[in-house]
């Protein structure tokens, strides 16, 4: 089964999803930060200590399917931070970034999290992917966070019609919504 679970920052999304998996040991948890400063490696540290020792941990944002073990149940978190590193590496110092060079970058965020998803189904494994719903806020002011907002949104649409099941967690509360 594939889940997609969303939210805004802080709602209980990665909570939520980690609960999906709380009685299994066959977990591997995908994970999509990198450290790029200070505050990033204490988040990163704690969230490696807050999941089970017995889940494994794949970090990465690239062949993604690389992932796939002997293990039954996968947990990417987050799509919204691996959408930012893929867009940064693929428009790197842009100041403007044009519809091409966006589909370039949403195109290939799904042909990543597609390839994993595929494997994922035809091994009848289980996967939960978290991302954050990006536009219930006001329109950004500069032109790159509305092209992020934007290239997230469509991720998004495409991901939620790829999965079986998708969550809205709003205030620690999921909702299903499909």
């Given at each position: ?8 920052a802080?709602s209980?999304?990665s909570s ?9 040991k066959d ?22 200590n ?19 073990g ?6 990417l ?9 893929i ?20 195109d290939?965020v799904v ?33 790159i ?6 290239i997230?949104?469509?991720?998004n ?7 079986d099941?998708?969550?809205?967690v ?9």
């Amino acid at each position: 089964m594939i889940y997609l679970v969303t939210g805004g920052a802080r709602s209980g999304k990665s909570s939520f999803a980690e609960s999906l998996f709380e009685h299994r040991k066959d977990v591997v948890y995908i994970a999509t930060s990198r450290v790029y400063d200070e505050e990033m490696d204490e988040r990163i540290q704690l969230h490696r200590n807050s999941r089970p020792g017995t889940w494994r941990t794949y970090e990465g944002n690239y062949n993604l399917k690389d992932a796939i073990g002997v293990e039954g149940a996968y947990l990417l978190d987050c799509v919204t931070v691996l959408t930012s590193n893929i867009m940064f590496d693929i428009t790197q110092d842009a100041e403007y970034i044009d519809y091409r060079l966006q589909n370039q970058v949403e195109d290939k965020v799904v042909n990543e999290i597609e390839e994993l998803i595929q494997i994922v189904s035809e091994s009848n494994k289980d996967l939960v992917l978290v991302t954050n719903e990006v536009g219930d806020s006001i329109v950004p002011d500069h032109h790159i966070s509305r092209v992020f907002r934007d290239i997230q949104g469509r991720v998004n649409q495409r991901l939620a019609k790829l999965s079986d099941y998708v969550y809205l967690v709003c205030c620690g509360i999921p909702v299903k919504i499909k």
